[in-house]
């Protein structure tokens, strides 16, 4: 089929960048921030490592090979002649789960936004300390703000989108890449200047061991290492769909694993110097990025500034995440025939529709509740912890079990036996791996 040159990335780097710039996003920064706080620090970061290498990586050159293999979109990732046709479901629930992410995802990355404009101005700077926990309250449960700026981002997500693959996600990535990587590694180097700091560095590299006997550890360290990764939401399997040439999949899998990985260091070692100087707790929450950081800001030096950096961080890197969920149910759309930009207003449309509940759900709806769990915990309830090691499963049993064995050892680019390693990983490991993650999280 022939495509289009604005169809495809201009090459390797603008891949991986994309790729990159579709793991790095609110998961770096905000998630990894709290789950490691929540869950030890230190050790919570080994297992991570642990589950990217021997479990993320591997499921990310699955959909880098499921993508590539058909230089399509997730619908057609799920179809060969040896696989029944129901196997398109797979590609149905990925795009689901994308466009289920993006509704709350959108409306956190709100927050940012406007938590970033609020530096900018000098309304936030302004705020004692003690008034920014409630002024966080405050803001999200107010029955228009949240709606506002998720309005906001969302269209940001569009306008990127319907530019296009080289044109829009590409140069997207290649702008703001570098930028963030510069600016975690600055915001990391300052913080590590604040007297205490070595505290932090304690929490995130010395290990407590004794926190590897809670079984929760586990459960939230592979559950962060596929949502940070970005993989099992059709997003990587997608973009591998506009790579001109495959022979280096893995060698782009372990860039991607590692640029993410990496910036999660580095933005925890931004993150706990500053949250350990100030007194606070680590062990915050959700709310660690948008309470416990700001009051720190309000004290340090320099802090209306650090305040600035920090949430432009977070904004931008939540752009390129949001315009690769996006992107997923788009590509399906754009290559059915209809028009890319109209297709990106109308999902992008449908996701701010099906966020209004979540976004609403800390203001005037706060008192609906599932199981204890507010609307937007809910859905990423739903979506993050339950259907998307569904849909890890799925990728890895296709690429596994339904394509033909040297199709998959071929498609990786991998030495022989590597290539054996990563395809015995993809049949037996990661399977299970993610069964025993659901099965731990029903009756954990
Ligand atoms: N990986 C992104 C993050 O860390 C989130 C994301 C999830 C992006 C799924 C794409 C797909 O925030």
């Known amino acids: 089929m022939e495509r289009s040159a604005g169809d495809a990335w201009t090459g390797r780097a603008g891949f991986i960048l994309a790729a990159i710039g579709g793991a790095i996003g609110l998961g770096n920064i905000w998630r990894f921030s709290y789950v490691a706080g929540e869950n030890g620090g230190a050790v919570f970061l080994l297992v991570y490592g642990l589950c990217v290498v021997l479990i993320g990586l591997p499921v990310l050159l699955s959909e880098f090979v499921l993508g590539c293999r058909v230089r399509g979109d997730v619908l057609l990732a799920f179809s060969h002649p040896r696989a029944a046709r129901a196997w398109r479901g797979a590609g149905v629930l990925a795009a689901l789960v994308a466009f289920l992410i993006l509704s709350y995802y959108s409306v956190i990355a709100g927050w940012a936004f406007r938590y970033f404009v609020s530096y900018l101005d000098g309304t936030l700077p302004a705020l004692p300390r003690e008034a920014l926990p409630a002024a966080f309250r405050d803001f999200v449960a107010d029955p228009l703000q949240p709606l506002f700026w998720h309005a906001l981002f969302m269209t940001l997500t569009t306008v990127v989108v319907a530019a296009g693959i080289a044109r829009g996600i590409e140069r997207a990535s290649r702008i703001l890449m570098p930028v963030l990587a510069a600016m975690v590694i600055l915001l990391a180097g300052y913080a590590l200047t604040l007297p205490g700091a070595s505290r932090g560095l304690a929490f995130l590299f010395a290990p407590d061991w004794s926190a590897l006997a809670t079984p929760r550890l586990y459960l939230a360290a592979l559950g962060q290492a596929f949502f940070s990764l970005g993989v099992a939401m059709g997003v990587m399997i997608t973009y591998a769909g506009y790579v001109r040439s495959p022979e280096r999949l893995a060698s782009s899998a372990a860039a991607v694993a590692a640029g993410d990985t990496l910036f999660a260091v580095v933005a925890g070692m931004a993150i706990f110097p500053i949250v350990f100087a100030f007194g606070m707790d680590p062990a915050f929450g959700p709310a660690l990025a948008f309470v416990t950081l700001p009051q720190v800001f309000a004290v340090m030096p320099g802090g209306a500034w650090v305040g600035v950096a920090f949430f432009f961080l977070l904004s931008a890197a939540a752009l390129t995440s949001a315009v690769s969920l996006l992107e997923v149910p788009v590509a399906i759309a754009a290559r059915l025939g209809l028009p890319r930009a109209t297709v990106a207003v109308a999902f992008a449309a449908g996701a701010f529709a099906a966020g209004i509940p979540s976004a609403l759900g800390t203001g005037p709806w706060r008192e609906v509740s599932f199981a204890g769990r507010g ?70």
């Open 375 to 444: 609307i937007l915990e809910t859905v990423d309830f739903l979506a993050a912890d339950l259907l998307l090691p569904v849909v890890g499963i799925v990728v890895v049993l296709f690429v596994g079990w339904v394509l033909p064995r040297e199709e998959s050892l071929s498609q990786s680019g991998l030495p022989p036996r590597l290539s054996r390693a990563w395809l015995a990983v993809v049949r037996y490991l990661a399977p299970v791996a993610m069964v025993a993650f659901l099965v731990t999280l029903a009756f954990g």
